[in-house]
T-cell receptor, first 116, second 107 residues
Framework: DAGVIQSPRHEVTEMGQEVTLRCKPISGHNSLFWYRQTMMRGLELLIYFNNNVPIDDSGMPEDRFSAKMPNASFSTLKIQPSEPRDSAVYFC??????????????FGPGTRLTVL | AQRVTQPEKLLSVFKGAPVELKCNYSYSGSPELFWYVQYSRQRLQLLLRHISRESIKGFTADLNKGETSFHLKKPFAQEEDSAMYYCALEYGNKLVFGAGTILRVKS
């Protein structure tokens, strides 16, 4: 298994443009997480899905951000319109099962987003 | 509210010196705590979990409920330990991460 796959790896766009980030979780995993990493705030959970259903989106910054998981093998995070303050590394992670001390999240390589 | 605090942004030590990466948490329930590590050009990955009480790559972490801490320790740092380290608290299938500490081991 190639692990969690994210695309694109790098994205440079101009303010106001729509940005779509993509994630393919590890096959068989039923939970998927989107995180944002910045120097100032570290890793922040944006949203997570369980069995393709959004469970908690309280970390989504504002209405400009939206996420979907149409099936068990694909998820998107969309920013529309993008702003310079959205520049960050966005990580997708997946896990199998529910909470507990043996739960482990597996992370993708991240998408580095730069909004000019 | 659930919170994880890592007070040091950067910790720089010499090879062979002891290392302690600090982590404090705020959580009203019984905490499930983890350390994740991100080496240069690699993915963020689990280093250790408190429930296992094991040593991974020479690192250990003890949960101290009285001090609400979960510090990561290693007696003798190696250059390959240089990385970003995140402490994380799990609740309800979610992970709350600290801001992270960059560990630099100098030769």
């Amino acid at each position: 298994d190639a692990g969690v796959i994210q695309s694109p790896r790098h994205e440079v766009t101009e303010m106001g443009q729509e940005v779509t980030l993509r994630c393919k979780p590890i096959s068989g995993h039923n939970s998927l997480f989107w995180y944002r990493q910045t120097m100032m705030r570290g890793l922040e959970l944006l949203i997570y899905f369980n069995n393709n259903v959004p469970i908690d989106d309280s970390g989504m910054p504002e209405d400009r951000f939206s996420a979907k998981m149409p099936n068990a093998s694909f998820s998107t995070l969309k920013i529309q319109p993008s702003e310079p303050r959205d520049s960050a590394v966005y990580f997708c992670a997946s896990s199998f099962g529910t909470s507990g001390p043996y739960n482990e999240q597996f992370f993708g390589p991240g998408t580095r987003l730069t909004v000019l | 509210a659930q919170r994880v605090t890592q007070p040091e942004k950067l910790l720089s030590v010499f090879k062979g010196a002891p290392v302690e990466l600090k982590c404090n948490y705020s959580y009203s329930g019984s905490p499930e705590l983890f350390w994740y590590v991100q080496y240069s050009r690699q993915r963020l990955q689990l280093l250790l979990r408190h429930i296992s009480r094991e040593s991974i790559k020479g690192f250990t972490a003890d949960l101290n409920k009285g001090e609400t801490s979960f510090h990561l320790k290693k007696p003798f740092a190696q250059e390959e330990d240089s990385a970003m380290y995140y402490c994380a608290l799990e609740y309800g299938n979610k992970l709350v991460f600290g801001a992270g500490t960059i560990l630099r081991v100098k030769s």
